[in-house]
């Protein structure tokens, strides 16, 4: 407080001493709006603060002293991480939808049922298309037959030849005409794409059905989860194919840790980012498309730095960084010394120190703001 108040007096002292002309002078440098003349007035009396209080460090006799925590320095594996925000998803996720209009005739399958690649789920009515099948499927053997008939008389010189090529043409249209029919008739059987679940079913059997938005079901498979985000496009280069993302669910209030599987090759100009999925396994089944997730990517990593808590950085009138280390320290006391610092990335609540602190250091982590250089320090 001893120091405050003559720093105030003095201060005032400085400012009030000026003759009328200096204040005059600023008052009409104020007026004129001159911005470089301001700045170099309020350089000039700054500076003489500073040797106010350079002063008042070489003439205090008394120091105070403060009660504070302190911690010692060591070093540690520093990670600093891009926090995003994505959203859960998965490729497969689909509304099934019928390849041929008509009645259906058959549901196989409930919400929430599992099925396999290929579960016959439905099948819609053929419109006749069965009986056109077995129809061409004789005109087609009677065909085959004619040609292997015509085609023994054709090796044994006997018949003309264009009667061997217009039975091996028929032939040849019936069998087409029969398997056209029947890629028709297998449109009309309703298959699982892949292996999932039955989330919903939004039919009826015997309703007509033909492709719509809502499709005639959803199936899910919740194995092949991941989450898709999009990261500026500074990142480029700093993020690969494999890389360990930290995936926080908000939802289930659990982390998974997931990788990096496909990184965007294009720049969305309007917010100049590219996407990316991570890929997340889900063991207890408990992902969900559209979850909201908060990913946490390393993007950079520091083995032996030196971290202090954030807090306990603060700035002095030149806009350098600074902490205060405990000098003479013998356990429980010790001087309060003010240690510039560089600083470099900080992440969960801690500061990388790129120089001005070693280990071993003692640092002060609770009270910072209630002391001073050279002040006598109870821990």
Request: glycine content about 8%; charged content about 20%.
């Amino acid at each position: 407080m001893k120091k405050i108040a003559l720093i105030t007096i003095l201060s005032f002292v400085v400012f009030a001493c000026g003759n009328k002309e200096n204040n005059q002078s600023i008052s009409n440098l104020i007026d004129s709006k001159n911005v470089k003349a301001l700045n170099d007035k309020k350089t000039a009396l700054q500076a003489e603060i500073t040797k106010i209080e350079e002063a008042l460090a070489k003439l205090e006799v008394k120091k105070e002293e403060a009660l504070v925590s302190v911690a010692t320095i060591k070093d540690t594996i520093f990670s600093h991480y891009l926090n995003i925000q994505g959203n859960v998803d998965t490729k497969d996720n689909i509304l099934v939808q019928p390849e041929f209009s008509g009645t259906l005739t058959s549901l196989t399958v409930k919400a929430g049922q599992r099925v396999t690649k290929g579960h016959i789920l439905g099948r819609v009515d053929d419109a006749g298309m069965s009986q056109q099948l077995a129809s061409l499927e004789s005109s087609y053997a009677l065909a085959k037959t004619t040609f292997e008939r015509q085609k023994n008389l054709w090796d044994k010189k006997i018949g003309s030849e264009i009667q061997f090529l217009q039975a091996q043409n028929q032939m040849t249209a019936a069998q087409k005409g029969v398997a056209q029919l029947r890629a028709q008739l297998a449109k009309t059987v309703i298959h699982a794409p892949f292996s999932g679940t039955i989330d919903g079913v939004f039919v009826e059997k015997g309703q007509v059905v033909a492709p719509s938005p809502q499709g005639l079901m959803r199936i899910v498979n919740l194995n092949n989860m991941y989450v898709s985000t999009s990261v500026p496009e500074s990142y480029i280069g700093k993020l690969k194919i494999g890389d360990q993302v930290d995936v926080f669910l908000t939802s289930l209030n659990k982390t998974y840790k997931g990788k990096v599987r496909q990184i965007g090759n294009f720049i969305n100009p309007n917010n100049r980012s590219f996407g990316i999925e991570v890929s997340l396994p889900n063991p207890e089944n408990l992902l969900r498309p559209n979850q909201v997730a908060k990913l946490k990517i390393v993007d950079y990593v520091s083995k032996g730095a030196i971290v202090v808590p954030t807090g306990i950085i603060q700035e002095d009138g030149t806009g350098a960084n600074y902490v205060y280390v405990v000098e003479g320290s013998n356990g429980k006391t010790g001087t309060a010394k003010k240690v510039i610092v560089e600083v470099g990335k900080s992440s969960d609540n801690v500061t990388e120190i790129l120089s001005g602190l070693s280990t071993n250091d003692i640092i002060v982590t609770e009270g910072v703001n209630s002391i001073s250089n050279g002040m006598k320090l109870n821990f």
